[in-house]
């Protein structure tokens, strides 16, 4: 079983939609977690860090439920500009790196 | 401008050939890495450097060769690769001795390098 595992999609959506994405994670010596963002051919991003609480940043929304072992990324009023593979990203104790899904890609369509 | 800068941006090798991809981070961090990104697979972790010392090699074959000469630069050295080889090489770097990557440190990528092993 990865890791870190992903519904590769993808995920069509109208300009303007709503969309979520989940991902779960297999190891609970899990430490942070992060939304990174790959466009095609460029290299990934930081999207944003996932809080416990829950954050939002503009039109982006992270949730982590450790109890469940999953994270969220929800995304309001989709744009073109919004199409793209986003990946999760977890950091484990003792580890000096990110391990990362496989990711989940985004097409939004006019 | 990008904070981590990697040349070549392609390349193209035989299998017989011995090649160098190179890694330059302008951030001041003190750890790189490098990962590997192939077709429809997640990245997958290659080598870890802290304080140019290395601290991980995730089981990578020994055609592959890393070198960090200082926090700054970072080498991969490629050496009878086969095509199954082909794929993205990223660097990345990030800040802090011994870089347990945390909600407020994480890693920048460089733009990667596009491998073709023919």
């Known amino acids: 079983r990865k890791e870190v595992e992903q519904d590769p999609g993808p995920f069509n959506v109208p300009e303007g939609a709503t969309v979520a994405f989940n991902c779960t994670y297999s190891n609970s010596a899990s430490q942070s977690f992060f939304w990174y963002r790959q466009d095609c051919r460029k290299e990934p991003k930081l999207l944003m860090s996932?809080?416990?609480s829950g954050n939002e940043d503009g039109r982006f929304t992270a949730q982590l439920n450790r109890a469940s072992q999953y994270i969220s990324l929800l995304i309001r009023d989709s744009k073109l500009s919004d199409s793209a593979t986003y990946l999760c990203?977890?950091?484990?104790?003792?580890?000096?790196?990110?391990?990362f899904g496989s990711g989940t890609r985004l097409q939004v369509q006019p | 401008e990008t904070g981590v800068t990697q040349t070549p941006r392609h390349l193209v090798m035989g299998m017989t050939n011995k090649k160098s991809l190179k890694c330059e981070q302008h951030?001041?961090?003190?750890?790189m890495y490098w990962y590997k990104q192939s077709a429809k697979k997640p990245l997958e972790l290659m080598f870890v450097?802290?304080?140019?010392?290395?601290?991980e090699n995730n089981s990578v074959p020994s055609r592959f060769s890393p070198e960090c000469p200082n926090s700054s630069h970072l080498f991969l050295h490629l050496h009878t690769l086969q095509p199954e080889d082909s794929a993205l090489y990223l660097c990345?770097?990030?800040?802090?001795?011994?870089?347990?990557?945390?909600?407020?440190?994480?890693?920048?990528f460089g733009e990667g390098s596009w491998l073709t092993v023919v």
């Open positions: 990203v977890v950091t484990y104790t003792g580890r000096r790196a990110l391990t």
């Open positions: 951030l001041g961090h003190n750890a």
């Open positions: 996932v809080y416990s």
């Open positions: 990345a770097s990030s800040q802090g001795p011994g870089s347990l990557v945390s909600r407020g440190n994480t890693i920048y």
């Open positions: 450097y802290s304080l140019e010392e290395r601290v």
